[in-house]
């Protein structure tokens, strides 16, 4: 029987980078899936937040995406999801740190911002970051390998994919596409959405435009897709 218990949403961004770390260690696991509208009771006394991802392993409740993905790589060392040396531990931080703080809000806001101002405000930020994650992430750290950093698929990769894996939301909804100034981001996402623990915990693109219609309503272009 399964030590560990893994509590998920199947729409939730953070849940699937947990789903992802869970798969790529090759841990037993039981899936415990969670209707966030409707939460079940005692979840609370597993995520005191009440937000997904949350993992039960043995006696330990654990909660926050980042922490239970560091926690499971200390647990489970293999396959490494961070570098050993600390330095380079340090950067792959700084780079989940940014996408944390600085993409995800922005492509929340470009998504979802209350007004027009705020879109276009949220779409500047989401173009900025972008280009940002194209010339000082990838193409200084990644090398010649195929992932952020390098060869190792990393919680760097993992900590980004899933708002790639929303693009076509900001396609339909927002008439925006990736930039042709971000080569080696579009062949990143390439070479991580094939993965086969990503494809496991993929939605089909109909999944989220059926969701976002009902939140967003009809398209609505804030602007020219990027060229």
């Given at each position: 029987m399964s030590t560990i218990q893994l509590y998920f949403s199947k729409g939730s961004t953070f849940s699937q980078r947990t789903r992802v770390v869970v798969l790529e260690k090759?841990?037993?696991f039981t899936p415990i899936e969670?209707?966030?509208?409707?939460?079940?009771?005692?979840?609370?006394?597993?995520?005191r937040y009440g937000k997904v991802p949350a993992i039960k392993h043995n006696d330990v409740a654990i909660y926050e995406s980042a922490i239970i993905n560091e926690y499971l790589d200390e647990v489970f060392p293999e396959p490494p999801l961070l570098p050993r040396?600390?330095?380079?531990?340090?950067?792959?931080?700084i780079w989940i740190d940014y996408a944390n703080t600085r993409l995800v809000p922005a492509f929340n806001k470009f998504l979802r911002g209350k007004d027009t101002q705020e879109r276009e405000q949220g779409q500047r930020e989401f173009l900025e970051s972008l280009l940002y994650v194209e010339q000082e992430g990838l193409s200084k750290l990644s090398g010649k390998g195929p992932y952020w950093l390098g060869e190792q698929f990393s919680l760097v990769d993992i900590s980004f994919y899933p708002w790639f894996e929303r693009l076509p939301l900001?396609?339909?909804f927002r008439n925006f596409t990736l930039?042709?100034?971000?080569?080696?981001?579009?062949?990143?996402?390439?070479?991580v959405r094939d993965r086969e623990s990503i494809r496991a915990v993929e939605n089909p693109v109909s999944f989220y435009i059926e969701r976002f219609t009902k939140i967003l309503g009809e398209p609505t272009a804030v602007g020219a897709a990027q060229k």
């Open positions: 090759g841990i037993d969670i209707d966030l509208q409707n939460k079940p009771e005692g979840f609370t006394q597993v995520s040396d600390p330095a380079s531990r340090a950067i792959a931080r900001l396609e339909h930039p042709t100034e971000t080569p080696r981001l579009q062949k990143w996402w390439s070479t």
